[in-house]
């Protein structure tokens, strides 16, 4: 497959809006708001619990920046409004990180005291290497105030172990983190760059935060792991402190058997006008998630 990534990537801008939209419609649950709550009402029938994500990031503007947060609270309020068991998920740079460390604090707070008064929860994402010094200073900041916030962080990250380390020693509410493998392709002198390093990595992240007394949200597609990273939980008895987060549309089947093991598996759900340029964004950022999309519009499983 990986021959086929250059073609790919070279022809997915000239690619017809239409056809990118039917290609990104399993992945995404549409451009609207009223679009995502639907599917989060489907997806909480089904039994899943869900992450409202708005789309975009890389915001150059404060006026931009603020009109995010004011759409994130509109979005709170909706949830809330329908009872959903949803929480809502931000990206640093969407709320202007590359423009100011103070204004990205600012708007966190705003969103998150929002939606402390509404009863949700809130996770600051993680994103490229160049941010994470400042989302750690914005995240602590926030959870030395607030019970309702949690921090992402990524395996592929060779100081991530030292992260979780100072985390669990801040100051501040109850630590929540989600562990992901990480989907930036980061130079190798700081990040593991092979998929078994980087999944040892997983499982050795999730024991610190365990052992820790951390709250834990495994983000993996990974069945082998997945196996692995509960039997890590329950030998050490905790595994009623974690839960699977996966994204919409991806290897279903795998959300009913941790379901059927009594596992929470939480569905992250993206919407939002900037649909295009985020697949467009995330495809070039790692090609890998191309050959996801690809294999599963073939009809094959992704290894």
């Known amino acids: 497959m990986q021959f086929l990534e250059r073609p790919l990537l070279w022809a997915l801008p000239h690619v017809p809006t239409p056809v990118m939209r039917r290609m990104a419609s399993r992945y995404i ?6 679009e995502a709550l639907a599917k989060l009402r489907d997806l ?46 931000i990206k640093p740079t969407h709320f202007g990180l590359r423009v100011s460390e103070r204004l990205t604090l600012e708007l966190y707070r705003e969103v998150v005291t929002a939606c402390s008064e509404l009863g949700l929860f809130v996770r600051v994402e993680m994103e490229d290497h160049t941010t994470t010094d400042a989302t750690l200073r914005v995240f602590g900041a926030l959870r030395s105030e607030f019970d309702n916030v949690g921090i992402v962080l990524q395996s592929r990250l060779l100081r991530t172990p030292h ?21 930036y392709l980061e130079p190798h002198v700081i990040a593991h760059v092979r998929p078994e390093p980087i999944r040892s990595a997983f499982l050795e992240c999730s024991r610190l935060l365990l052992e820790g007394g ?20 329950d030998g050490l008895g905790l595994g009623g402190r ?43 950022k ?18």
Not at 29 to 34: M, Q
Not at 171 to 178: A, D, F, I
Not at 214 to 233: F, I, N
Not at 250 to 275: C, D, F, N, S
């Open 29 to 34: 649950a549409g451009e609207t708001l009223l």
């Open 44 to 89: 909480e029938r089904a039994g899943h619990p869900g992450i409202l994500d708005l789309l975009g990031e890389d915001v150059l503007g404060e006026p931009a920046a603020r009109a995010v947060a004011a759409e994130y609270v509109q979005a709170a309020r909706a949830v809330a409004a329908r009872g959903l068991d949803t929480y809502v998920s």
């Open 163 to 183: 992260d979780i380390a100072d985390l669990l020693a801040a100051p501040g509410h109850e630590l929540s983190v989600r562990l992901v493998k990480g989907i």
């Open 214 to 233: 951390a709250r834990l949200s495994w983000a993996t597609h990974d069945r082998l792991l997945g196996e692995d990273l509960v039997a890590q939980a």
């Open 242 to 284: 974690c839960e699977f987060q996966v994204l919409l549309g991806v290897q279903e089947p795998l959300w009913k058997q941790w379901a059927a093991g009594g596992r929470i598996v939480r569905v992250y759900v993206p919407y939002g006008p900037q649909w295009r340029a985020y697949s467009l964004r995330r495809m070039r």
């Open 286 to 303: 790692n090609p890998q998630i191309l050959r996801h999309v690809a294999l599963n519009a073939l009809g094959l499983r992704p290894r």
